[in-house]
């Protein structure tokens, strides 16, 4: 069974830069398709960044794009968000979610399983 772990999160000034890092175990992130998600205080979780299961096609909220890349690695079972230029707004906890679809959605309601998330602080 699949299971999911984010780290990476943290407290850093607007402006700078954080890697998250979502790590599967129980089986194989080749299956799946990966999805970023983050839910602020207050605030409904929305969908940020995904990547289908090849690799071969992203997505990204209009509120990210350009500054935040989703990657991942097979090869480590890993897939990464790579976050720049980071706003005081990308305040939030952060989740990353499978789905063992082909094509990934910036919708949460097909994926499955969750990790429990990583927070991250954008603060001067």
């Known amino acids: 069974q699949l299971q999911l772990v984010e780290s990476g999160g943290g407290l850093v000034q607007p402006g700078g830069s954080l890697r998250l890092t979502c790590a599967a175990s129980?089986?194989?992130?080749?299956?799946?398709?990966i999805g970023w998600f983050r839910q602020a205080p207050g605030k409904e979780r929305e969908g940020v960044a995904c990547i289908s299961l090849y690799g071969t096609s992203t997505r990204y909220a209009d509120s990210v794009k350009g500054r935040f890349t989703v990657s991942r690695e097979n090869t480590n079972n890993t897939a990464s968000l790579h976050m720049n230029n980071l706003k005081p707004d990308d305040t939030a906890l952060y989740y990353c979610?499978?789905?063992?679809?082909?094509?990934?959605?910036?919708?949460?309601?097909?994926?499955?399983?969750w990790g429990q998330g990583t927070q991250v602080t954008i603060s001067s």
């Open positions: 979610a499978a789905r063992a679809t082909l094509l990934c959605s910036l919708s949460e309601a097909p994926y499955g399983p």
């Open positions: 129980g089986t194989t992130l080749e299956d799946y398709s």
